[in-house]
């Protein structure tokens, strides 16, 4: 009976070792800053000519997928799924935000400048709300690629009203198809389009600011 005992102790320890050498490790990635390579996207911005006020940069909203923690991955044009042991170190959304907030600091809309996801909202002009339309990798065949394709609006606090909207769309190649190549990728994408949404940005707030059409507090 002691034989059986053990027998059966070191068949269910061996089952447990070999399930442990199988399931694959959680790997976690973060955007990474790319300002070397994005910082000819856009001209400087001289802040004296930047209306009054100041940014608060929310949470991106991130539908279906993208909501999860699984790096989502594309086969063609509409096969969708999430890698079960890869995923994004903190929320996409939350990142997204913190990176509009990075970058906004070089290209800022404001002269007060912009905090993401401040306690209150009291000292803010204005809102930055996005939302995330395709944020993945693309496997076409043999060939891999990244798309970022992001929703911006910049709201008026004190009446809600929305001053710009706009979408900026990038997809580019990966040539190596490596996951670190992918998240390169998918953070230079993110810096270009991000940099597109706050140059249009800036240019229709200019605008309405001097036809007098936008409040200053």
Known sequence: ????????????????????RTVAPIEMYRLMPTRAETSSVALPVVV???PEGALAISRYTTPGLYGQRGIVYRVG???YAAYPSREWAMPLGEMLGRRTADLVQ???????GALFDPPTRRTFTHRWRGTVREFEEIDRGNDVFVAVNL???LIRIEDDS???SG???VERPVPDGTMEGIIAGLSAATDEVVFALLDSARVSIRQKSANGST???
């Open 48 to 50: 004296d000519d930047l």
């Open 167 to 169: 979408a900026a769309r």
């Open 151 to 153: 929703e911006a609006s």
């Open 1 to 20: 009976m002691t034989r059986c005992l053990l027998v059966l102790a070191l068949a269910v320890l061996a089952l447990g070792c070999f399930r442990a």
């Open 77 to 79: 044009e509409s096969g």
């Open 106 to 112: 070089e290209r800022p809309l404001l002269r007060g």
């Open 162 to 164: 929305i001053v710009w």
């Open 215 to 217: 409040q200053e507090p």
